[in-house]
């Protein structure tokens, strides 16, 4: 979890929500407090970097540090996970099943932590139930066509792509983005209407989610990359990809 660069998202608040609350974003694209004890409160996508009261624009940090945060926990170095007993904290110990066990700090010092979601999530062997995630990020600019983005994922234990969902936050000036998805070297999505796409005219802080996803299983030690086919005019910025998956039973 090394590096300083931070991602900020809007969102609008869907209960009172205090700084350092860990959220997720539900269905109706609203964040609420997560909770590790249950699918629907769950997986966790960000962090509150502010006090707001239900209904407010609370300013989302996805990925970076938390800075003037007093924890209360352990050492620097340590992980901390989504608590499975109070709605929006973290905990030092992972959740034992079948709660789930998702990762998103390590402690920088007393008053800072590192906050990302991205490729934490692994749900112990034979947790079929069990959705899993993995986001690639490009913060700033989009990059140009056909150039990898976040590197590539390679799972340990083969399952299924079960959704894939896309956020860009600062729209261009005209066009279309487009994501594809390769599966060591080939697209996922055969049918070219199935990837991922945001117009220019869908405005700021857009999620899109693939309709239909046409190659779903991964093999253990496979590689997924993500790219662009299509970039919209202007200066884009800031595109988040996250796989929702499971493992299959071991």
Do not use: C
């Not at 409160?41 to 707001?52: K, P, Q």
């Not at 869908?202 to 239909?212: K, L």
């Amino acid at each position: 979890m090394a590096g300083n660069q931070q991602l900020f998202l809007n969102f609008e608040a869907g209960e009172d929500l205090t700084r350092g609350n860990v959220l997720f974003l539900s269905s109706d694209l609203i964040v609420k407090k997560a909770k590790a004890d249950a699918d629907a409160t769950m997986f966790a996508m960000g962090i509150a970097e502010e006090t707001v009261l239900s209904g407010d624009t609370v300013t989302v940090m996805v990925s970076g540090l938390i800075e003037n945060f007093t924890h209360g926990f352990g050492s620097p170095g340590d992980l901390l996970y989504v608590s499975e007993a109070t709605a929006g904290a973290l905990t030092s110990a992972a959740p034992a099943s079948p709660n789930i066990a998702q990762q998103v700090a390590q402690i920088e010092s007393t008053d800072i932590l590192m906050f990302g979601t991205i490729g934490f999530i692994d749900t112990a062997a034979g947790d079929s139930d069990k959705i899993d995630t993995v986001r690639f990020e490009n913060l700033g600019s989009l990059p140009a066509l056909n150039k990898n983005i976040g590197g590539a994922w390679t799972p340990a234990r083969p399952g299924t792509i079960t959704n894939v969902v896309v956020h860009r936050r600062k729209k261009g000036t005209a066009g279309t983005t487009k994501v594809d998805l390769n599966k060591n070297g080939v697209t996922i999505f055969t049918t070219q209407t199935n990837r991922p796409t945001i117009n220019e005219t869908d405005g700021d802080n857009f999620v899109v989610t693939a309709p239909a996803i046409d190659i779903t299983t991964f093999a253990a030690l496979d590689y997924i990359q993500v790219q662009l086919d299509e970039k919209e005019k202007g200066n884009p910025k800031d595109l988040s990809i996250t796989l929702e998956f499971q493992y299959d039973v071991v």
